[in-house]
């Protein structure tokens, strides 16, 4: 199947910047879509950006303007850059993935699979 591995995750000042990256490895054809969501402690797993195969990309309102979400079909990663971070940032951060696994012409859709998660602080 299909694992994610997320990293970048660490501890930042509000203002800085912050790189998250997550790899994809397994047999896998293709990753359909990609997803960031964070959870912090007390509060329900959100979404933070998504992006899918075409490139549409999706942020939640209190990211928009300083997250950015990319992906890399080729290296099967995708990765989350962090600008002008704020206390409210702080959180656990999951990397997402639907893929397509199988090979040669054995191929199935697969959705939800899920990273173990790195903690982002931003604390001055």
């Known amino acids: 199947q299909v694992q994610l591995v997320e990293s970048g995750g660490g501890l930042v000042q509000p203002g800085e910047s912050l790189r998250l990256s997550c790899t994809a490895s397994?047999?896998?054809?293709?990753?359909?879509?990609w997803g960031w969501y964070r959870q912090a402690p007390g509060k329900q797993r959100e979404l933070v950006a998504a992006?899918?195969?075409?490139?549409?990309?999706n942020y939640r309102d209190s990211v928009k303007g300083r997250f950015t979400i990319s992906s890399d079909s080729i290296k099967n990663m995708v990765y989350l850059q962090m600008s002008d971070m704020k206390p409210e940032d702080t959180a656990v951060y999951y990397c997402n993935a639907d893929a397509t696994i199988g090979s040669g012409g054995n191929y199935r859709r697969m959705y939800d699979f899920w990273g173990q998660g790195t903690q982002v602080t931003v604390s001055s």
């Open positions: 992006i899918n195969s075409g490139g549409t990309t």
């Open positions: 397994g047999n896998i054809f293709s990753i359909d879509a």
